[in-house]
């Protein structure tokens, strides 16, 4: 759904939801349906590969992205403070740092022992990558624009932003992400030749490596949910592998299944983590649908109900010790005025609080376009503290000119 339309909603209507993406026609997903399966691949990042649109880079571009900006009206008594999405770097929770930004002395920021000071951590990371550039910046064109709407569905798909997500994984190599509206690099061979300058596919080749190999390195290995390949997690290899993906790109490979009259594929997917160290965790990756009907509120809850009660094999998603449940929730249950109006947030918090089976690890931050809070990590058993790029002190933005409508969840979480 369309950005207008949620801040028109939101402000006229007292609504709740946050949409996923778009202020020029966007989908509420990534774009088309990727239902096509296929095959893994084991294809790696070389040194030359190249991405399009290098030469813009982020380094001292202006801030001229969109800002949000304020709290909407009728959500003043939400928990938490909001904070200038634009770039202010004030602190809106608690920090895993000294404030001098993730990971400064440039090591491994995941997968420690903890040593004598408490038990092991791993950093996961939960990041909605659907793009909306503005025109005339970074050289970003307005016939880019159309392309990227007809195209490629705000998926993470130009250069100088897949630059940008590039810069920022690397500075801390997390050791877990739950990937929401990535683009997928095989979609490149049914766009026009005109309509790939300045995007991933301006350099693509059959085998050319995935957007997701791109911005995170190598030493990772991705699964997708069930024909949703925009929708991925990732993990560091060295922290451990997912189970019955034996290759470093697995399509189709988190469980899932497909809810009647709510489109195509799993917006749920459930991977098994093998921790390299011994032991498992189970990942959920979610990407609820996005808009404000009645219908749109429904699929969300059977989503929901696919976490907690059956996601088509007759077990939850989050059917395993420790859980670890993280994406994009297209709905905000912290929010007293979405549990008001959203019967799906009202069904987030049947399952998911303080007195629950399974609590809430980032703290309460508007990290969609400062309005709601829907980027979120939940778990059983684990806990842990987390930052956001923009938000927290130390942290900058991942895009100072505001490629991103979303502020990634970094959590540095403990093993039980």
Request: aromatic residues 10%; proline residues 6%.
């Amino acid at each position: 759904m369309k950005r207008l339309s949620c801040l028109f909603l939101a402000c006229g209507c007292l609504t709740f939801l946050a949409c996923s993406s778009g202020t020029n026609g966007t989908p509420p997903d990534s774009g088309a349906e990727m239902d096509g399966a296929l095959p893994d691949s084991d294809d790696r990042i070389e040194d030359g590969d190249e991405l399009p649109g290098d030469d813009a880079g982020w380094d001292g571009q202006a801030d001229s992205g969109e800002d949000a900006g304020g709290d909407v009206p009728g959500l003043d008594g939400d928990p938490g403070v909001a904070v200038d999405a634009g770039g202010d770097s004030q602190d809106a929770g608690a920090d895993t740092a000294d404030g001098d930004g993730p990971s400064a002395d440039g090591g491994d920021a995941g997968g420690t022992d903890g040593g004598d000071e408490g038990p092991p951590t791993f950093v996961a990371v939960t990041y909605n990558t659907g793009i909306h550039p503005t025109v005339g910046v970074a050289g970003f064109t307005l016939q880019q624009n159309e392309y990227l709407d007809t195209y490629y569905g705000h998926g993470l798909c130009w250069g100088p932003a897949i630059e940008q997500a590039r810069v920022f994984f690397d500075s801390f190599q997390p050791d877990v992400v739950s990937f929401q509206e990535m683009f997928d690099i095989e979609e490149c061979a049914s766009i026009p030749t005109e309509a790939q300058e300045g995007f991933v596919c301006e350099n693509w080749t059959p085998g050319s490596p995935t957007v997701e190999e791109l911005i995170l390195g190598p030493g990772y290995q991705v699964a997708c949910n069930w024909q949703k390949s925009d929708k991925c997690a990732a993990v560091r290899r060295d922290f451990g592998t997912f189970r019955d993906c034996s290759g470093d790109y697995c399509l189709d490979g988190l469980y899932g299944s497909e809810i009647d009259d709510c489109g195509s594929g799993s917006r749920i997917g459930r991977g098994i983590i093998e921790l390299s160290g011994g032991g498992i965790i189970t990942l959920v990756n979610v990407h609820g649908s996005s808009g404000v009907t009645g219908d749109d509120m429904e699929c969300r809850v059977k989503q929901i109900e696919q976490v907690f009660i059956d996601l088509g094999d007759g077990d939850p998603a989050a059917n395993g010790e420790p859980n670890l449940i993280l994406g994009d929730f297209n709905t905000d249950p912290r929010s007293p005025t979405a549990v008001l109006l959203d019967s799906s947030a009202q069904r987030w918090n049947d399952f998911v609080g303080p007195d629950k089976s399974f609590d809430f690890i980032n703290e309460y931050v508007k990290t969609y376009t400062n309005l709601f809070c829907i980027d979120n990590v939940v778990s059983d058993v684990l806990t842990g503290t987390c930052w956001y790029p923009g938000f927290t002190e130390g942290y900058p933005p991942v895009s100072p000119e505001g490629f991103f409508d979303h502020t990634p969840t970094v959590c540095e979480i403990a093993m039980p």
